[in-house]
């Protein structure tokens, strides 16, 4: 492993700059790429110019990045950017599914060529699409920074001409496979998994219920996930899921004026019974119970 290849950079991690109410950002890569900050924000897309070289790592496969490329992070997809240069220049924008849905409500990035599970999101770049695409980035740092007033407008149409820029190339389709598939897959499993909570609100659903939606976000299938955590943890993949579904249950009940029903909602739970149900199996106690005592 080259130079800081022991600090890693997970999509979906956000940085504290990036306020809650804010739908789009734009960074230089050399800020943050060597820092792994481990934060709360889970719901913001990525797109990324790399000018360094490093490893792009996801469940049992991963890809050489060795020279300048275009990458697209989708945050229900874990991977791990293992830098090996010591120089990590670029640019990266961070945006939610709103940001781009105001002038086309009907786009829904997870179904998007380059944000779909199981698309090919890196793009290597020459000599004059390398400095075309850094102009792009400079100029979004220049309009985010400026107070022109409709520059969120102008930004989104900066954002647009790097995705449709990047449908005019080729992907990237070389992967390699690790190794230690199965270590890899369990840590990116339980990353995914954790990346889940906490349940921020009522009207907030639980995305990822079953071990298939899981294996599904990791282009793995469900069988080789079901292994791999077992071999690792001793432990099935559903016992996972139900041990952290019961967790966060508990401190909704707890520390929450929810009412039963909308916790159950927001945990997956189309019928508070069925939710009721798996509390008491997993439990040996009521929902309502619990939160009285």
């Given at each position: 492993?080259?130079?800081?290849?022991?600090?890693?950079?997970?999509?979906?991690?956000?940085?504290?700059?990036?306020?809650?109410?804010?739908?789009?950002?734009?960074?230089?890569?050399?800020?943050?790429?060597?820092?792994?900050?481990?934060?709360?924000?889970?719901?913001?897309?990525?797109?990324?110019?790399?000018?360094?070289?490093?490893?792009?790592?996801?469940?049992?496969?991963?890809?050489?990045?060795?020279?300048?490329?275009?990458?697209?992070?989708?945050?229900?997809?874990?991977?791990?950017?293992?830098?090996?240069?010591?120089?990590?220049?670029?640019?990266?924008?961070?945006?939610?599914?709103?940001?781009?849905?105001?002038?086309?409500?009907?786009?829904?990035?997870?179904?998007?060529?380059?944000?779909?599970?199981?698309?090919?999101?890196?793009?290597?770049?020459?000599?004059?699409?390398?400095?075309?695409?850094?102009?792009?980035?400079?100029?979004?740092?220049?309009?985010?920074?400026?107070?022109?007033?409709?520059?969120?407008?102008?930004?989104?149409?900066?954002?647009?001409?790097?995705?449709?820029?990047?449908?005019?190339?080729?992907?990237?389709?070389?992967?390699?496979?690790?190794?230690?598939?199965a270590e890899r897959i369990t840590s990116l499993f339980l990353t995914l998994l954790e990346r889940q909570f906490p349940i921020d609100s009522p009207q907030d659903e639980l995305k990822?219920?079953?071990?298939?939606?899981?294996?599904?976000?990791?282009?793995?299938?469900?069988?080789?996930?079901?292994?791999?955590?077992?071999?690792?943890?001793?432990?099935?993949?559903?016992?996972?899921?139900?041990?952290?579904?019961?967790?966060?249950?508990?401190?909704?009940?707890?520390?929450?004026?929810?009412?039963?029903?909308?916790?159950?909602?927001?945990?997956?739970?189309?019928?508070?019974?069925?939710?009721?149900?798996?509390?008491?199996?997993?439990?040996?106690?009521?929902?309502?119970?619990?939160?009285?005592?």
């Open positions: 492993m080259g130079p800081g290849a022991d600090q890693i950079v997970l999509s979906g991690n956000q940085f504290s700059s990036l306020k809650i109410t804010e739908q789009f950002k734009v960074f230089e890569r050399k800020t943050y790429v060597r820092k792994s900050n481990v934060l709360n924000r889970r719901d913001f897309y990525k797109i990324s110019l790399t000018l360094g070289t490093g490893r792009l790592h996801y469940a049992d496969k991963g890809v050489e990045v060795n020279r300048p490329a275009l990458l697209f992070s989708n945050p229900l997809i874990p991977y791990i950017w293992e830098p090996v240069s010591r120089d990590q220049d670029g640019y990266f924008c961070l945006f939610s599914d709103g940001f781009l849905k105001v002038k086309d409500p009907r786009l829904v990035l997870q179904e998007h060529p380059l944000f779909a599970i199981g698309a090919d999101p890196v793009f290597f770049l020459e000599g004059k699409q390398k400095d075309y695409v850094a102009g792009i980035f400079r100029q979004m740092l220049e309009e985010y920074n400026a107070d022109y007033v409709y520059k969120f407008d102008l930004l989104r149409n900066l954002v647009n001409l790097l995705m449709h820029e990047a449908m005019k190339m080729q992907p990237v389709v070389s992967y390699f496979k690790h190794k230690n598939a990822l219920k079953t071990p298939g939606d899981y294996a599904k976000h990791l282009s793995v299938h469900v069988n080789h996930l079901n292994r791999s955590v077992r071999q690792v943890t001793a432990r099935t993949t559903t016992e996972h899921i139900n041990e952290r579904i019961i967790s966060e249950a508990k401190a909704l009940l707890q520390h929450t004026n929810w009412s039963i029903s909308d916790i159950a909602y927001s945990l997956g739970y189309e019928y508070p019974t069925y939710f009721h149900n798996f509390f008491k199996r997993q439990t040996n106690a009521s929902p309502g119970s619990f939160r009285e005592n």
